[in-house]
């Protein structure tokens, strides 16, 4: 979606996906659906997962629940974007704009990145408690980012032992500190192993974390659509708390300084406050008010 290609309009939004326009690893629902159908500015996406995944949580739904038009979704944490173009008969997603996470960073650094991961995995204190099992890969390689999953990640629709697993690690995670102790471990290693680098590690989603880099973050959507002409973006995400991987747009909200007005930052609690939102723009959330002080999501 560029400023260009689309009917002119002063504003646009950016939103995350799980739990902004969906519950948490579930497919869109009709709802939202209809709603996007009647927004009457552009939108664009700024997901954490990776195109697969996101093809059957969201846009075989969209397409499915009557949406037709064009729009842009910045994949893997926003790193690659792909134009998403949805008629009566097909919906279609083409890569306008890859990103190589391991190009970025050098082979070498990359490799030691992997290689922290896999320590940490191996760390007792970081080992799971035993009602929590490993199901899927634990460190996916999607290109642009890394994604860590301690308990695994399942591709495809969850079964329902994924699902419970799933279920039994937000809460063991939420009383337990899980992550936020493994994400100051993985912070601290990265800077030691690899000094001046520029990578940012977040919380992403409910179980695991999000690797990447820095500006090529859930950011990159915000950047792009300001830099191609919209005078004003609306970003609309649920991970804007410490650590979590929305964060990266208080940080660029911060930069932009006296121009920070032509970005409106909004979180939601669930997908059912963006609807609120949605439907009634002018009563809307209280944006997430500046100055933001702490520079939480990157490393
Ligand atoms: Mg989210």
Redesign the pocket.
Known sequence: MTAECLPSTKSAFVF?????LTP?RRQLEREMADALRWLKVPFALAA?SDLPLLEHQFFGPLHSFGFRGIFDAFVCNGAARYRCAYDDLTFRCECIDDFSFEKELGKEAYAKLLCVLRQALDLDQFRLPSFLEVIGNQILERGSMVNFAPIGRPTGVLSASERANRDAFVPFDRTSGFREGLLAYLRERVDRDLPGNNIFIALG?QTSFDIGMRGRDKSYAVRRLLAEGFPHVTYV???LYRG???VAVLDFQVSLGTDRNKLTVVQVDGCQETLQLLRNPSLSFEPVSPPYTGSVCSR
Do not use: F, R
């Open positions: 995350d996906i799980d739990n902004t948490p954490g989603g995400g649920d991970a979590g991987n929305d």
